[in-house]
């Protein structure tokens, strides 16, 4: 045995503010939940056909653009309410952050034309808001992968479908990777980097290497499943009561738009 | 139904395997022993036809797996059918969207009902305990769960010979007693089972034959599974407990 491994080490440690990797730790990890949260089936509004989702809120979008009527944009208005009391607390705050922002970048933007005559300015503003929120409580309660899959309804070909699947799941996959890295980085630099931004380029190296090696290897996979050059899937998704009574409401917010 | 003559490759002028040769009849249930970089992982990928054979012969079921054989698409699909492949890694083999899909993904790619598709895919989410993961997405699964969603991709094209590249990494001893049973009663079904593997004493009463390649890369031992874990001096000798 070496004598140096028998004793005890009385290094002086150089204690440095750790905030470069502290911050890219916790955007990776809040990158990785936020795909994570794929998985988290939930109720309601959660459950509902992403199809659905996508398609009546795009609807819902052009409609509310092209409408200057105050009850529709009211009608609307009520209508994002009601989704955000269905959702998660968690999920309410981040909706009701993201609006905040929306409706004082806009007001700041077109708030100021009221004032030179723009009677429509407020009526604007609120629009914008409505239509960011409903983007985001649609993305929020959605599988991503499911929200691609729904453009097949309008003929956009598999392998592109594929391709943005692939992508979120590199995309998870290496970023787990460069989370595990960076994790080993702050544990064996003991608080102390000399030049903690040149680690990055290591990193990205390691992850470069890394994502050519799976897609070499993910070939190989296609290869032994008998992939033929098509790619035929389907989404294992019961079509039940919820989205039938969500498409109940959306087509009366619809109707709204030509009646009122 | 499986016979290598005198295979040697090389990547970058690395020797990886140095002249092998065996042979595996339908039925066996093979494992693949070895100690870390003998080249038991690229031996399976030449099992499986994803590697070209520059020096020696690889015949399956009379047939020769040549450059010209892996080329023609119809041959090839056929193949990939017959032989399984688990990967090691399985991160690598699960691409889809939703486990149903993984599974499904193989069944897909022939001309099935999908009535059948989907009641094969029940079956083998049922053999390996996975219907609760259906909806799931294969990639933020835990270790252990992705192998056996990998296997299970696997088993849905009802191959005659599952090979498997260490199934038993990152996997719970309830569900290591699970893939034994499985291993057990598929070769029981008459598939031919071919394993490599470093717990190889877990899988005791499953292997009839095994191959032992050295870390020279060669064949050291070719014959019966029992009497090789019987041989502690030889395990030892060659690196391999």
């Given amino acids: 045995m070496m004598d140096w491994l028998k004793e005890k080490d009385e290094f002086e440690f150089k204690i440095r503010n750790e905030s470069f990797i502290e911050k890219t730790l916790s955007s990776l990890l809040s990158l990785i ?9 939930g109720r309601g509004i959660y459950r509902i056909h992403e199809a659905f989702k996508l398609y009546f809120t795009l609807i819902n979008i052009i409609l509310l653009s092209l409408s200057f009527n105050k009850f529709y944009i009211m009608l609307n208005a009520s209508y994002v309410i009601l989704l955000i009391i269905l959702l998660e607390d968690k999920d309410v705050l981040r909706i009701l952050n993201i ?3 929306a409706f004082v970048v806009s007001s700041l933007i077109i708030g100021p034309s009221w004032f030179w005559g723009n009677k429509n300015a407020v009526l ?3 629009k914008i808001t409505i239509s960011i929120s409903l983007t985001m409580i649609m993305s929020i309660t959605s599988n991503w992968h499911n929200i691609i899959s729904a453009f097949r309804l309008i003929k956009v070909p598999n392998i592109v479908l594929f391709i943005f699947n692939s992508a979120i799941r590199f995309i998870y996959l290496l970023s787990e990777r460069a989370y595990a890295i960076l994790c080993s980085l702050k544990i ?22 890394t994502s050519i090696d799976m897609s070499f290897k993910m070939d190989e996979a296609l290869e032994c499943r008998c992939f033929s050059g098509e790619f035929k899937y389907k989404i294992y998704k019961r079509i039940g009561k919820v989205e039938f009574f969500y498409s109940i409401i959306n087509i009366i917010i619809i109707l709204g738009f030509f009646i009122l | 139904m499986i016979e290598i003559k005198n295979l040697t490759c090389k990547l970058n002028e690395n020797v990886v395997l140095d002249d092998i040769s065996f042979k595996i009849n339908n039925g066996e249930s093979v494992a693949i022993i070895g100690p870390n970089g003998s080249g038991k992982t690229t031996l399976l990928r030449f099992l499986n036809g994803l590697l ?3 020096k020696g012969e690889y015949i399956f079921d009379g047939q020769r797996i040549d450059n010209k054989f ?15 492949f688990v990967f090691q890694n399985s991160d690598n083999q699960l691409f889809c969207k939703t486990v149903f899909n993984e599974v499904a993904f193989g069944l897909f790619q ?5 009535e059948e598709v989907e009641k094969r895919v029940f079956d083998c989410f049922k053999l390996l305990d996975i219907e609760h993961l259906k909806e799931r997405v294969p990639y933020t699964l835990s270790g252990g769960e992705k192998k056996k969603v990998a296997i299970a991709s696997t088993l849905a094209l009802n191959p005659e010979v599952l090979i498997l590249d260490e199934p038993l990494n990152e996997i719970d001893p309830k569900s290591k007693r699970k893939i034994k049973e499985l291993l057990k009663t598929l070769n029981d079904y008459g598939k031919t089972i071919i394993c490599a593997t470093h717990d190889f004493e877990y899988f005791k009463g499953v ?3 095994a191959i032992v390649i050295s870390s020279e890369h060669k064949i050291i031992y070719d014959g019966d599974f029992e009497s090789l874990i019987g041989n502690k001096e030889f395990l030892e000798q060659n690196n391999i407990i």
Avoid: C, E
């Fill in chain 2, 70 to 84: 892996i080329n023609d698409a119809k041959k090839r699909k056929i193949f990939h059918k017959r032989v399984g």
């Fill in chain 1, 188 to 209: 064996r630099s003991v608080g102390y980097i000399k030049k903690p931004y040149n680690t990055l380029s290591q990193i990205m190296y390691n992850l470069f290497v």
């Fill in chain 2, 110 to 114: 022939f001309d099935i009902k999908y």
């Fill in chain 1, 99 to 101: 609006s905040l922002v």
């Fill in chain 2, 207 to 209: 292997f009839k034959k």
């Fill in chain 1, 124 to 126: 604007v503003i609120v």
């Fill in chain 1, 33 to 41: 939940s936020k795909i994570r949260r794929f998985d988290n089936k």
């Fill in chain 2, 52 to 54: 070209d054979i520059k």
